[in-house]
T-cell receptor, first 113, second 114 residues
Framework: KQEVTQIPAALSVPEGENLVLNCSFTDSAIYNLQWFRQDPGKGLTSLLL?????REQTSGRLNASLDKSSGRSTLYIAASQPGDSATYLCAVSPTDSWGKLQFGAGTQVVVTP | NAGVMQNPRHLVRRRGQEARLRCSPM?????VYWYRQLPEEGLKFMVYLQKENIIDESGMPKERFSAEFPKEGPSILRIQQVVRGDSAAYFC????????????FGSGTQLSVL
């Protein structure tokens, strides 16, 4: 059974610092991995999707890496801003049902001005 | 192109009543997924539907819960005889159905059972 774990559960950093969010999963047989952002009272916004054959994806200040063999992904957010405050979720997609995502519990990020 | 639309945003029901949650996928999307987020827990998959078909309902409780996605109109998640433990945020996501396409999520329906 796939287990997705995110560490730390919460993180507070001053503006300008780089953020490093970790995600681990127990079953390496995944189709892809996605990172989402969730704001209070709102839905999820997909940030990055990494296919199982890829090692990383980048979008602006965001970079996500994937090491499928060790069951790990890391989301880097460069030069954090107060607007980056949110909960970040990682989710893996199993190979036999790619849209059936297995989510981690999330990392709650606060960026202080 | 409007995103995934869910309504209502907030729904209050008393124990024993029925709850109906609606989801209109993005234009051109024929695949719909429902997820539930219980307090202090992560999102859990409930059901996957394509137009007029339930593809995977392995995450849905066997009793009181049902889902449909008719040929015309939104997808409906129906909870009969609600109990306090059903209080949660229910999210709908849609995709065009192609592999490695991102899922697009709605803003969710917060169900509160009194």
């Amino acid at each position: 059974k796939q287990e997705v774990t995110q560490i730390p559960a919460a993180l507070s950093v001053p503006e300008g610092e780089n953020l490093v969010l970790n995600c681990s999963f127990t079953d390496s047989a995944i189709y892809n991995l996605q990172w989402f952002r969730q704001d209070p009272g709102k839905g999820l916004t997909s940030l990055l999707l990494i296919q199982s054959s890829q090692r990383e994806q980048t979008s602006g200040r965001l970079n996500a890496s994937l090491d499928k063999s060790s069951g790990r992904s890391t989301l880097y957010i460069a030069a954090s801003q107060p607007g980056d405050s949110a909960t970040y979720l990682c989710a893996v997609s199993p190979t036999d049902s790619w849209g059936k995502l297995q989510f981690g519990a999330g990392t709650q990020v606060v960026v202080t001005p | 192109n409007a995103g995934v639309m869910q309504n209502p945003r907030h729904l209050v029901r008393r124990r024993g009543q029925e709850a109906r949650l609606r989801c209109s996928p993005m234009k051109g999307h024929s695949h719909v997924y429902w997820y539930r987020q219980l307090p202090e827990e992560g999102l859990k998959f409930m059901v996957y539907l394509q137009k007029e078909n339930i593809i995977d309902e392995s995450g849905m409780p066997k009793e009181r819960f049902s889902a449909e996605f008719p040929k015309e109109g939104p997808s409906i998640l129906r909870i009969q005889q609600v109990v306090r433990g059903d209080s949660a945020a229910y999210f709908c996501a849609s995709s065009p159905g192609q592999r490695n396409e991102k899922l697009f999520f709605g803003s969710g329906t917060q169900l509160s059972v009194l």
